[in-house]
């Protein structure tokens, strides 16, 4: 194992002080975290199956492969979603943190993901022992051949959509190399911008990969869309032979999905209404912060999708942070995400109405 970076958010402390003495209170738009209930109906499932004495099934529950198919089906335009290709996961950060590992990435392998990424991408990688490579353009890597290749649409942080084109491409170049593609599609269905060709599209819809799912993975979440960070929900899907194989391992290591779970997985794929009404709270608050921000002196770069707005005074990322801190608001510096990050921050829209309007206040 590569050694890990130390952990990000405890360089966050001194400025979560100076923001918390402030009169008040602090308004912490640094965590992505969900705030409102989980929907009435996925309780309801959790507290029906909570009598479960036996062991739960790895592969989830055939009701669950299915109502996860029918949902990549019918929302996402996945045709080909087959329920034998689904895997339940416990919460997608765990996956995210130990794919290279369970799919055989060692020492000598490369492991390729957004300059700009979520930091578990290069984290994962090192547990692995493998070498991590954050790099935007395929192109630019040179005659040695990844062994995975991450791409993250909508994008955390930047909330940034890849084109079914751009997919596309990274799709065909890794399939003439052998490189395994995964695609973290967890913010795919909070999108902001309807301009035509913004759109998210999973790596798994005809248009980008031909209608074979051969050599790709996708990775959901339940935290964000149904509120259920805190239930630890999401699955993996796409090549039924590497979804086969992630079973496998994952059977032996234990990894498996408890069967309350399970049942409020099955209800929250099954509901659309709920999503809808957590995506109009969501932008409500977006257009607020966007706005006040704005009027602040911000410049507010992509952002189209997700839940956060990529923002910039044009100053280092950490002037910002004590900036804002100075009025009780603390976000996190764009440098956690790579160094292309070091001018901007990211701001999270998942505070409570109240703290949302707090912060536009002080702004």
């Known amino acids: 194992m590569r050694k890990l970076p130390d952990f990000p958010w405890d360089r966050l402390t001194p400025y979560k002080e100076i ?212 239930y630890r929900a999401g699955f993996v899907t796409g090549d039924p032979a590497l979804v086969k194989r992630l079973l496998e391992v994952r059977k032996h290591a234990g990894m498996i999905v408890p069967a309350p779970v399970q049942a409020a997985m099955t209800a929250a794929y099954g509901d659309d209404a709920h999503v809808a009404e957590q995506r109009a709270r969501y932008a409500r608050r977006r257009e607020a912060l966007r706005a006040a921000l704005v009027g602040h002196g911000f410049r507010i770069d992509h952002s189209e999708a997700s839940l956060y707005l990529w923002a910039t005074r044009d100053e280092p990322c950490w002037d910002t942070v004590e900036h804002l801190a100075g009025s009780g608001i603390l976000v996190a510096p764009g440098d956690f995400y790579g160094p292309a990050g070091g001018r901007h921050v990211r701001v999270a829209f998942t505070a409570t109405d109240e703290r949302v309007a707090a912060a536009v206040q002080r702004l």
């Open 19 to 230: 923001a918390g003495r402030h009169a008040g209170g602090m308004v912490d738009l640094s965590v992505g975290t969900p705030v409102d209930p989980t929907p009435e109906p996925i309780r309801r499932a959790l507290a029906e199956a909570a009598d479960a004495p036996g062991y739960p099934q790895t592969y989830g529950t055939p009701a669950l492969r299915e109502a996860v198919a029918g949902w990549l089906r019918r929302t996402l335009g996945v045709s080909g979603a087959d329920p034998a290709a689904v895997l339940p996961v416990i919460g997608t950060k765990e996956l995210v943190a130990w794919l290279p590992t369970l799919l055989g990435a060692g020492p000598g392998d490369r492991v390729v993901f957004p300059e700009l990424a979520y930091p578990t991408y290069d984290v994962g990688a090192r547990l692995a022992g493998a070498e991590p490579v954050p790099a935007d353009g395929l192109l630019t890597l040179g005659p040695a051949v990844p062994k995975i290749v991450w791409v993250n649409s909508p994008s955390n942080p930047t909330g940034r959509v890849l084109p079914a084109e751009h997919l596309r491409k990274v799709v065909s170049w890794a399939r003439e190399r052998g490189a395994v593609v995964v695609s973290d599609e967890c913010y795919i269905e909070l999108v902001w911008d309807e301009t035509p060709g913004r759109q998210p599209v999973s790596i798994l819809h005809p248009d980008v990969c031909g209608g074979s799912h051969e050599g790709l993975l996708a990775i959901h979440s339940l935290s964000k869309r149904s509120n259920m960070a805190g």
